[in-house]
């Protein structure tokens, strides 16, 4: 692993809330993700999953965790299983985890091979009532491929067709809403390397540079500094910073364009996520700072109205609200065309058509209920934008924000967002 150790407490800890959850008897399993090819005998490289990393801290293909707070034996009630660290594995695909090393990553005390896994499965199966398995419930998934996951669910229930099943993933969506104090260490500590590679990038912006240059920039700082991209980066100028998932970053910026960076680092599997967009000459113009000064508005009123006990919807209706009145200001609507609007697609998605933010953690589009209030512990983004095709002007604004009991807590605050600072930072640079 690239980062430095995280303390087992953190796992043990997360192990402890997910069983207070458990009703008697029951067991959870989960599995890694699947390594997953691309052509000829290729592979990509692994991504942890958020859920088998939450509770244990692994990052090993083919691990499962298995959990029977009930089982009668005391041996059974928390079992990692794991590929076995052979020699002739480790010539081709370099060092595996030993069982001692998984027991110190993770805080569980009981590690077998995965030869073990039929025997022992299979007895607990015969003890538990109730069997909770996991999928992805994120609400926006689109879900092509057959997961490991998905194939285990199956094979479970066709082996065991009479146990009563549950879905895991209600209980990680509760619990991995709210963040620990180490887990937002980690959050902040994607922010320092994100908030390094934007400096790094503002010093090289200028007309003539090329788009896929400043992706390199970002690249470059981010994994000197044990991180990676936390999403497939967004270098959009001109024209481009008015689509909103532009991820081909290979055009020149041009003198009196904006560049609109949504690039973002993560840190052991944290994220975080950000968006700048900048002046290429290095001045943005009357309008384009008219418009920045507008979302910027509007980002302000969502950070400060991030509260406990506010849903989503209406805390997006507020956003939505606020870039009316802008759009208005800015002679991009009229008030004539507002009052006649259909509800169901108001006027304002012309120009503003997404989301307003989005919680955040070790998914970049993270868990947790967005039909229930905010709750305290939680980490959105916030990011308002207003695209203005006709004029090439694509502004969005995005920080992270902690929720908390006494109000919002911006935790990319010392990030350049005021455009006189930008363009201050950018002189000097």
């Not at 692994?58 to 076995?84: G, M, T, V, W, Y």
């Not at 094979?155 to 709210?178: I, N």
């Not at 609109?260 to 113009?285: M, W």
């Not at 934008?385 to 010392?414: C, H, S």
């Amino acid at each position: 692993m690239r980062h430095a150790p995280i303390n087992s407490v953190l796992f043990k800890l997360n192990r402890d809330q997910l069983r207070a959850l458990l009703p008697a008897n029951s067991l959870v399993v989960l599995n890694a993700n699947d390594v997953l090819p691309t052509n000829a005998d290729g592979s990509l490289r692994l991504v942890a999953n958020s859920d088998l990393f939450y509770l244990t801290g692994i990052e090993q293909e083919e691990s499962i965790l298995l959990i029977f707070p009930d089982a009668d034996d005391e041996k059974h009630r928390e079992i990692l299983f794991l590929r076995e660290a052979k020699p002739e594995l480790e010539t081709w695909e370099g060092h595996k985890l030993t069982k001692e090393e998984a027991k110190a990553i993770s805080g569980v005390q009981r590690v077998q091979w995965l030869a073990d896994f039929p025997r022992l499965f299979h007895r607990v199966m015969c003890q538990a009532e109730r069997v909770f398995l996991n999928s992805n419930e994120h609400p926006r998934a689109v879900v092509e491929v057959e997961t490991r996951e998905a194939r285990f669910v199956a094979d479970v229930q066709r082996r065991y067709p009479l146990h009563e099943y549950h879905r895991l993933g209600r209980l990680m969506h509760r619990l991995r809403v709210v963040k620990s104090p180490e887990e937002l260490k980690l959050i902040e500590q994607a922010i320092e390397i994100t908030k390094a590679g934007f400096e790094r990038v503002a010093k090289l912006v200028k007309p003539g540079v090329n788009e896929v240059e400043i992706e390199a920039e970002f690249a470059h700082e981010f994994i000197r500094r044990r991180g990676q991209f936390a999403y497939t980066p967004i270098i959009a100028s001109g024209k481009n910073s008015c689509v909103l998932h532009y991820i081909a970053n290979d055009q020149t910026c041009r003198a009196g364009d904006v560049l609109l960076l949504d690039v973002a680092a993560s840190y052991a599997n944290y994220n975080s996520d950000l968006t700048r967009t900048i002046p290429v000459s290095g001045k943005f113009t009357r309008r384009q700072r008219q418009v920045y000064n507008a979302v910027l508005r509007v980002m302000r009123v969502q950070m400060a109205g991030l509260k406990v006990g506010k849903k989503w919807k209406d805390w997006q209706k507020e956003a939505e609200q606020a870039t009316e009145k802008e759009l208005v200001d800015l002679g991009l609507l009229k008030p004539a065309k507002i009052k006649k609007q259909d509800p169901d697609n108001p006027a304002l998605k012309e120009f503003f058509m997404h989301g307003v933010g989005h919680p955040l953690g070790l998914d970049v589009h993270d868990y947790g209920f967005m039909n229930e209030p905010f709750v305290a512990g939680t980490v959105m983004t916030v990011e308002p934008g207003i695209y203005i095709p006709k004029e090439q002007i694509g502004i969005r604004l995005e920080n992270n924000v902690l929720i908390t009991a006494e109000g919002a807590t911006d935790l990319m605050a010392d990030i350049p967002v005021e455009p006189g600072d930008i363009e201050d930072f950018m002189k000097k640079s």
